[in-house]
T-cell receptor, first 115, second 112 residues
Framework: EAQVTQNPRYLITVTGKKLTVTCSQNMNHEYMSWYRQDPGLGLRQIYYSMNVEVTDKGDVPEGYKVSRKEKRNFPLILESPSPNQTSLYFC??????????????FGPGTRLTVT | DAKTTQPNSMESNEEEPVHLPCNHSTISGTDYIHWYRQLPSQGPEYVIHGLTSNVNNRMASLAIAEDRKSSTLILHRATLRDAAVYYCILRDLVSGTYKYIFGTGTRLKVLA
């Protein structure tokens, strides 16, 4: 089954404690992306990656890091989380191949609370 | 980046058609119009996309204005399962940017 998986699904942590949210897709998609969703602000893109070792900032990259060492994985790293990073996070992937319709496949979300 | 404007919320009766509007007055010639929806407690899912011509698929239809400054997502017969937030976004294939700007979308309420 084609899917995007995220772990953990729920995380409560404290300010300053480094954490990583993993994202993996099994569709061999080139493009992967991270979003955060906050009430009243909708979905905002944090970082995206066009392929292995290629990443770029979205609209709200401050406080986040990403890496793309393998095509299937795109972890989101919070080096020193702060309460304003409390949010619902989604990972997504897209095929950029010939004939692709650029449909984004989203993961189930990770709800992060930073106290 | 071109932006889209959508009403915050809309209501529809079950089994009736729903027309969800989206304004994108600053759209460029190479922007594709994409629609996604987000059901409660789920990630967004793709609905439909188009460039200039109207498009149909099993989920919905997309009507694009001749000047491309607006579009309408049409659900032909709304069901309770269509209650979701619907997002209209633009995607530029030419500029090389792969940023996606979702906005806050339209919350559709379907009345039984």
């Amino acid at each position: 089954e084609a899917q995007v998986t995220q772990n953990p699904r729920y995380l409560i942590t404290v300010t300053g404690k480094k954490l990583t949210v993993t994202c993996s897709q099994n569709m061999n998609h080139e493009y992967m992306s991270w979003y955060r969703q906050d009430p009243g602000l909708g979905l905002r893109q944090i970082y995206y990656s066009m392929n292995v070792e290629v990443t770029d900032k979205g609209d709200v990259p401050e406080g986040y890091k990403v890496s793309r060492k393998e095509k299937r994985n795109f972890p989101l790293i919070l080096e020193s989380p702060s309460p304003n990073q409390t949010s619902l996070y989604f990972c997504a992937s897209i095929s950029l191949g010939t004939g692709a319709i650029y449909e984004q496949y989203f993961g189930p979300g990770t709800r992060l609370t930073v106290t | 980046d071109a932006k889209t404007t959508q009403p915050n919320s809309m209501e529809s009766n079950e089994e009736e058609p729903v027309h969800l509007p989206c304004n994108h007055s600053t759209i460029s010639g190479t922007d594709y119009i994409h629609w996604y929806r987000q059901l409660p407690s789920q990630g967004p899912e793709y609905v439909i996309h188009g460039l200039t011509s109207n498009v149909n698929n099993r989920m919905a239809s997309l009507a694009i204005a001749e000047d491309r400054k607006s579009s309408t997502l049409i659900l032909h017969r709304a069901t309770l399962r269509d209650a979701a937030v619907y997002y209209c976004i633009l995607r530029d294939l030419v500029s090389g940017t792969y940023k996606y700007i979702f906005g806050t979308g339209t919350r559709l309420k379907v009345l039984a």
